[in-house]
């Protein structure tokens, strides 16, 4: 039979755990509790063993048999990129409380390779996948778990004597045992800023360059002479242009001087052609 309960399995679904895994007796604390409890000792199970008539032969526990429930999640491996796709794939095991070596040992005679928390870490690496609750540290959970990190880091860092740790004063480290994740985005997000107001005060619809342009008008360009033109249909062109047109950029007034003497210089120039 599976658990009816139909506020237990809401809940459930709530907070995230699968259709297929709801309906298991796992989640019932009374039944866990009592599988717990009634569970057989080593002890008594090697005795039991010692008096088969058959040394090596199945155990027979009849009703005094216990019965976990349990839970089986199958993990993909690796699913992204072309390489090795599938590494790291397997099964978890949930077991009740208590029941842990009397599957571990089992499942080692059989094949299986033990790891822990580093081994976990490392296959998430590989697997290109990030690892619970270590590489999310703006969750609950990451934060919890690098403010232990960092407690026993600490704690490991002063069991050293003095002269066998290192000095991270003289180093430079800021913070040897944990990442400041605060810190640093704080430190990103003012280094934007400072990025964006230089772009913001330079751009043409800011403010200072319109006051800049209302401050300094141009004055308008003098209309330039005509030019004659030589037999070819060219026109003929004065040294002295160059120089009148560079200078006729912004500039409080019109310089007249300027263009009488350059009508008189063209029209000798045209006299003399």
């Not at 430190?187 to 230089?198: F, L, N, V």
Request: charge should be negative; glycine fraction near 8%.
């Amino acid at each position: 039979e599976k658990c009816q309960d139909n506020e237990k399995v809401r809940q459930l679904l709530l907070e995230g755990v699968p259709v297929e895994c709801t309906h298991s007796f796992i989640w019932n604390q009374d039944i866990c509790k009592s599988v717990t409890e009634n569970k057989i000792s080593d002890q008594d199970l090697n005795r039991m063993r010692s008096e088969l008539l058959v040394p090596g032969s199945r155990l027979i526990l009849g009703p005094h048999e216990s019965k976990i429930p349990i839970i089986l999640i199958q993990q993909p491996g690796k699913v992204t990129g072309e390489d090795r796709l599938g590494w790291g794939s397997g099964w978890d095991v949930l077991l009740p409380k208590g029941w842990g070596m009397a599957f571990w040992i089992p499942f080692i005679y059989r094949g299986a390779r033990v790891g822990g928390l580093k081994e976990s870490a490392v296959h998430s690496q590989y697997k290109r996948s990030p690892n619970v609750p270590g590489d999310f540290p703006d969750c609950p959970a990451g934060m919890l778990f690098a403010e232990e990190q960092a407690k026993n880091l600490l704690e490991k860092y002063k069991r050293r004597p003095p002269a066998k740790r290192p000095n991270y004063v003289k180093l430079g480290t800021l913070a040897p045992f944990c990442c400041p994740w605060e810190q640093l985005t704080h430190d990103w997000e003012s280094r934007g800023q400072a990025h964006e107001e230089p772009s913001v005060a330079s751009s043409p619809n800011g403010k200072e360059s319109e006051l800049r342009r209302s401050e300094a008008p141009c004055a308008p360009m003098p209309k330039k002479p005509h030019q004659p033109s030589d037999e070819v249909g060219t026109a003929i062109e004065h040294p002295r242009e160059a120089e009148e047109v560079m200078d006729a950029g912004c500039q409080e007034s019109p310089r007249p001087e300027s263009i009488t003497d350059q009508d008189d210089s063209e029209n000798h120039v045209a006299a003399t052609g």
